[in-house]
């Protein structure tokens, strides 16, 4: 396991570097300059004018060429230093830290629940295959994939926010106000629409997934010999064909985890929840070079680790996978 890692760590390298560079590309023809909008607009004099936007693109690096900023660049990212945000007036860790919180909060309650709904309900309707139970979930999860995060947001809402008044419509808690406990309920009021939004979202096809995989299962040969050796079918369904059928929904777990830290930037701009898809917006609008390179980068390796945890899965599940 740990030679295979060690390879496969060391194969992600140029990887990296040809993401980077394309990255890097795109962030630079995009239209716009960052230090236009540093400039201060109250200066008339054009010779001063010149000055400070000299000034101002040699303390960013702009003056240097292409190439260059590249080095200096990544040499900064390694260290950990991600640059400064144009638009926040701070670096970029700084404004990104609370947001990429608050997303694999969201995320991961949202992940974890519908991973657990799905298998239960999945296993159940492959069992009663073609019964009631089957069709009802059949029928929804097929709207649930046919509804856009927008409308479910907004029938949300509606329901619990405006008609029920459970839960507020949008923002977040106030930091300092409470503490303990009650901070814990504080933030789950309004982190709920979010988590239920997030939930429906990703849970209509995870369930179809688990079924399809658990139908194929329990038609393959060997459960029909179990079946014949007398085995319960607690014990077919739960220690034989569930394991089995774990390798698909492996894929879209380990699929799900670029989702844990990338945010949903919809959701999110839609119940006013600072988190790290609704930073990337923001600073696209405002041309915030720094800070959107940073995240699409942190994107682009977390895909890449969500790979090697896809194969790890893989062989943890299904022993014929062999890590060479």
């Not at 974890?112 to 159940?124: D, E, H, Q, R």
């Not at 429906?200 to 393959?220: D, P, Q």
């Not at 988190?275 to 994107?299: E, K, M, T």
Request: zero cysteines.
């Amino acid at each position: 396991m740990l030679k295979y890692l060690v390879k496969r760590i060391i194969s992600l390298i140029p990887v990296v570097i040809v993401i980077s560079i394309m990255l890097f590309g795109f962030v630079k023809i995009m239209p716009g300059d960052p230090v236009l909008g540093m400039m201060n607009p109250n200066i008339k004099d054009p010779v001063e004018y010149q000055a400070q936007e000299a000034r101002i693109r040699e303390q960013l690096g702009l003056d240097k060429s292409l190439p260059e900023q590249y080095v200096k660049w990544v040499g900064n990212t390694v260290k950990g230093d991600l640059g400064f945000s144009l638009s926040e007036r701070k670096p970029v860790k700084d404004v990104i830290g609370r947001p990429l919180q608050n997303t694999i909060s969201v995320n991961v309650i949202a992940i974890t629940l519908s991973f657990i709904i799905s298998v239960i309900v999945g296993i159940k309707s492959a069992v009663k295959r073609g019964g009631w139970y089957d069709k009802t979930w059949q029928v929804l999860s097929i709207i649930g994939m046919s509804m856009p995060t927008l409308l479910i947001s907004i029938l949300l809402i509606y329901v619990f926010a405006i008609k029920l008044g459970w839960f507020p419509t949008q923002g977040m808690p106030v930091q300092g106000m409470t503490s303990g406990f009650a901070s814990v309920v504080e933030w789950m009021k309004y982190a709920t629409l979010v988590i239920m939004t997030l939930t429906i979202g990703s849970l209509a096809s995870t369930i179809r997934y688990v079924r399809n995989a658990m139908i194929e299962v329990l038609n393959s040969d060997y459960i029909r010999t179990a079946r014949a050796k007398g085995l319960s079918n607690k014990v077919i369904i739960y220690s034989h064909a569930f394991r089995n059928a774990l390798i698909p929904v492996v894929t879209i777990l380990a699929g799900s985890i670029a989702g844990i830290f990338g945010g949903a930037a919809i959701t999110e701009r839609i119940f006013s929840w600072n988190g790290i898809g609704s930073v990337l917006v923001s600073g696209i609008n405002s041309r915030d070079y720094q800070l959107v390179l940073a995240i699409n980068i942190f994107y682009a390796i977390i895909s890449l680790v969500s790979n090697v945890v896809m194969d790890i899965g893989y062989a943890l599940v299904d022993p014929r996978v062999k890590l060479d």
